[in-house]
Each structure stands twice: as structure tokens, then as C-alpha cells.
């Protein structure tokens, strides 16, 4: 079982004045897959702050985390993780390549090149893009596609690699609600057939009670954790065909923790 352990976490930055900005109070968190987590806090509370330290991306000129550690399966994360993915609002796709070449990119980098064959990646990418629904926009580039079809590029970019993590930051807050209701069927429907750890940011309380198996909400000034929910295993919910039902007791006592 994956399992990421964030032990006593402080993120600071320096200040005007010699002064010091924490972001991040400690904070103490396990995160265990294959599950998706909700990830939640006002904006600039440093819930996406938390989220890169997840995935070792950190902050030029600046110690990262300022104290404390992030585990992964007993590895300490230092550095940009291989096990770990990261999907953004905005894309990230390159404009200059093909909806495959896109998808494919992760196979012609670092470790990936080396310990996955062309013709095995080949097949990679064409399945994924079966799953998320673009065979047929396969040799389209990004501007020629809608900002949906565009997340589901990201989207099959992260997964290709069948990554162990994988953290995403508010991917479908730029969607018309129709259309992100979709993209939250999809993101359920391509965690069942690759099973991994999801850490995921959103600014939706409804979206979090849709998908999470567990919600965190953030708050403070400096952020700690507010609430803490673990959803009751119900043997009834079948989540390979449906979303989790509304629970507006639990959407209420997120968003008193928001404010």
C-alpha cells in the first residue's frame, strides 16, 4: 500500500523587513492508496503550497520544507519525485506537439526513457487515449481542442506512467459545471482501472463530498489542519459507475471552516 507521511510540516518565506511569512503551521497528515483525497482551504492558504511539497517541487532559494519531513514509502522526498505527477489548471500542454506526442512526452524524459521501450510506451499511449475518449483527436494539436478535451490530455499525461501518486491542483475549477461533472466521472472511472494515491485540490466543497474518500480543509493564518473527514466504507456504493451522492450535512461543516 502507497503511503505518503507529511511529519510536522512548516513552509516559510522570507518577508519585506527581514520579516518571515509561514505559510504552512506544522502540519501532520498520512495519506494512504490507492484513495482520492480532497485537499481544501480559503485562497492563498498554502493548500497548493502543500501540494508541490508533496511532489518535491520546491521553491528556488528557499528551504523546502523550513522543518519537518515528507515521506514517501519510507523515502524521504527531497527533489522532484518520479513517482509523483502533477496535473495544473492550466494544462501544461505543449502547444507545439499532437494530442499522442503530448501524451507521449513523459516516455521521452529521464528515468522513463530508459526503463520503457518505444513500442511498449506506444501501446501506453494509445490505450490511455482510448480510456479518456481522444483516439480520434490523436493528431490534432492543443489550440484545436476545447478546454475539456485539453484536461483530458493532462489527464492521460499523468497516467500513462501509471504513477504510484498522483496531485492534482483544482484541474476542473475553469469548467462549465456540466462539463465538470463529467471530468470528475472520468477522473473515478480512470482511478479504478489505475489504482494510485490522489491527492487533489479544489475550491468546491460539492466536488470534495463527490470524490473524496477523505477531505482535508485547511485554514489559518499560518495553515493547519481544520477538518479532517474519513468517509464510513459503504459496500453499497459502487464507485465504478457513479460519483458519491451529496452529503450536505458534511458540505455545511467544510464550508464553516472556509470562511
Given at each position: 500500500m502507497t503511503k505518503l507521511i507529511i511529519d510536522k510540516v512548516v513552509q516559510e518565506y522570507p518577508a519585506d523587513g527581514g520579516k518571515v511569512n509561514r505559510v504552512l503551521d506544522p502540519i501532520s497528515l498520512t495519506f494512504e492508496g490507492p484513495?482520492?483525497?480532497?485537499?481544501?482551504?480559503?485562497s492563498g492558504c498554502g493548500k497548493s503550497t502543500l501540494l508541490r511539497l508533496l511532489g518535491g517541487v520546491r521553491p528556488q532559494k528557499v528551504k523546502a520544507p523550513t522543518s519537518g519531513s515528507i515521506k514517501f514509502d519510507d523515502k524521504e522526498v527531497h527533489?522532484?519525485?518520479?513517482?509523483?505527477?502533477?496535473?495544473?489548471?492550466?494544462?501544461?500542454?505543449?502547444?507545439?506537439?499532437?494530442?499522442r506526442q503530448n501524451v507521449m512526452f513523459p516516455f521521452t524524459l529521464g528515468v522513463w526513457k530508459k526503463q520503457v521501450k518505444k513500442d511498449e510506451a506506444q501501446v501506453k499511449v494509445e490505450q490511455v487515449m482510448k480510456e479518456v475518449g481522444l483516439t480520434e483527436k490523436?493528431?490534432?494539436?492543443?489550440?484545436?481542442?476545447?478546454?475539456?478535451?485539453?484536461?483530458?490530455?493532462?489527464?492521460a499525461r499523468a497516467l500513462v506512467t501509471q504513477p504510484k501518486i498522483l496531485l492534482l491542483d483544482e484541474p476542473f475549477s475553469a469548467l462549465?459545471?456540466?462539463?465538470?461533472?463529467?471530468?470528475?466521472?472520468?477522473?473515478?472511472?480512470?482511478?479504478?482501472?489505475?489504482?494510485?494515491?490522489?491527492v487533489m485540490v479544489t475550491h468546491d466543497p460539492a466536488e470534495a463530498v463527490a470524490l473524496g474518500d477523505r477531505i482535508v480543509v485547511l485554514g489559518g493564518?499560518?495553515?493547519?489542519?481544520?477538518?479532517?473527514?474519513?468517509?464510513?466504507?459503504?459496500?453499497?456504493?459502487?464507485?465504478?459507475?457513479?460519483?458519491?451522492?451529496?452529503?450536505?450535512?458534511?458540505?455545511?461543516e467544510i464550508i464553516s471552516h472556509l470562511h
Open positions: 484513495s482520492i483525497n480532497m485537499l481544501m482551504g480559503r527533489d522532484q519525485e518520479d513517482d509523483a505527477v502533477m496535473v495544473f489548471q492550466r494544462y501544461a500542454n505543449r502547444p507545439d506537439l499532437t494530442v490523436a493528431s490534432l494539436y492543443p489550440s484545436q481542442l476545447s478546454g475539456g478535451q485539453n484536461q483530458r490530455v493532462a489527464l462549465d459545471h456540466s462539463l465538470r461533472t463529467d471530468m470528475q466521472q472520468l477522473l473515478v472511472t480512470l482511478w479504478n482501472s489505475h489504482p494510485c494515491l490522489i493564518v499560518p495553515a493547519n489542519v481544520k477538518m479532517d473527514y474519513v468517509r464510513p466504507k459503504d459496500p453499497n456504493i459502487d464507485l465504478s459507475k457513479l460519483l458519491y451522492p451529496a452529503n450536505p450535512d458534511v458540505e455545511r
